[in-house]
């Protein structure tokens, strides 16, 4: 798994801080990744949300959607950028993070039924220190090509953690109604205690009560790379690079026969392009017809 990380940054203490919502703007530019554009962004304008500690991080998620416009065709996506925050720890720490896209919000409960697209986890990821103001960093998660459904291109994703070794919080920074810069905002956040999803909202306020967290996520309309069989970089890592190499069928090989239907469940019966949620001969003939289709 390729995986980007800008540095930490703290906060001076002079800057309003709670624990739930700080006051804590940033301007961000839009990027692009593999000539793709950005679909969905949000800014940094309503402070930071850290539900995670060390009491619940083995069994909580949470998650967020959006929409990616209207009447669109499916999109392929490239990568999704969160937005991240540590607080309240004099010492920094790591922590397995589990990443869940979906189409819609993950919960299911709105905006989409909550199919999942793609799942990765990402081992070790540094947490930094946050002793007094929050840390606030970014994590960048290359995604192999997921093709949304077209029409209101309903995403959704969702955090769980595991391995988690930290002495302070762990969540996301925040943006408020106001702060779409590309897609366009929901204003539930889902929830997993564990049993169940519901939605939530930090307040009934229109504009700062919206608990939308900061991300951006890249891609079009078209295959980004060399198609659908890109799926791999050097050293099978993870995410088109448009080259077609044998990292590609690889990653694709060790995907299938770990039964990864995300990476591997590429068609359907009689080589159909309509997924099956099988994996059979049928994915690899097809992944290897559009290999050796070249780019």
Do not use: H
Not at 40 to 52: D, L, R
Not at 118 to 125: A, D, F, V
Request: proline content about 6%; hydrophobic content about 40%.
């Amino acid at each position: 798994m390729e995986l980007l990380m800008k540095k930490p940054a703290t906060r001076s203490n002079s800057a309003p801080v709670c624990r739930l919502l700080g006051v804590c703007a940033a301007a961000l530019v839009a990027t692009s990744a593999l000539g793709q554009g950005v679909l969905f962004e949000t800014q940094v304008n309503n402070g930071f949300f850290t539900p995670f500690n060390g009491g619940n991080a083995a069994t909580v998620k949470y998650g967020d959607s959006g929409w990616l416009g209207s009447n669109l065709p499916p999109q392929y996506l490239t990568a999704i950028t969160l937005r991240l925050a540590t607080f309240n720890s004099v010492l920094p720490g790591n922590t397995d993070l589990i990443f869940t896209l979906n189409d819609g919000d993950p919960s299911g409960l709105v905006f989409g039924p909550g199919t999942q697209l793609y799942s990765t986890t990402i081992t070790g990821i540094p947490l930094p220190e946050a002793e007094i103001d929050p840390a606030f960093f970014e994590v960048t998660i290359p995604l192999p090509n997921v093709l949304t459904s077209g029409g209101f291109n309903n995403v959704g994703w969702s955090v769980a953690l595991a391995n988690y070794n930290y002495a302070g919080q762990f969540g996301f920074q925040c943006s408020n109604s106001l702060g779409q810069i590309a897609g366009f905002y929901t204003n539930n956040a889902s929830f997993y205690n564990g049993t169940s999803w519901s939605l939530f909202a930090f307040s009934q306020d229109p504009v700062s009560g919206v608990a939308n967290f900061s991300v951006q996520i890249t891609g079009g309309p078209t295959p980004p790379g060399c198609g659908l069989s890109d799926i791999a970089g050097p050293g099978q890592a993870l995410g088109a690079d448009s080259q077609l190499t044998a990292d590609d069928i690889i990653v694709f090989l060790n995907a299938y026969f770990a039964g990864n239907l995300s990476l591997a469940d590429v068609a359907g019966p009689g080589q159909a392009t309509v997924l099956d949620a099988e994996l059979t001969a049928d994915d690899i003939i097809v992944f290897l017809n559009r290999f050796f289709a070249g780019c």
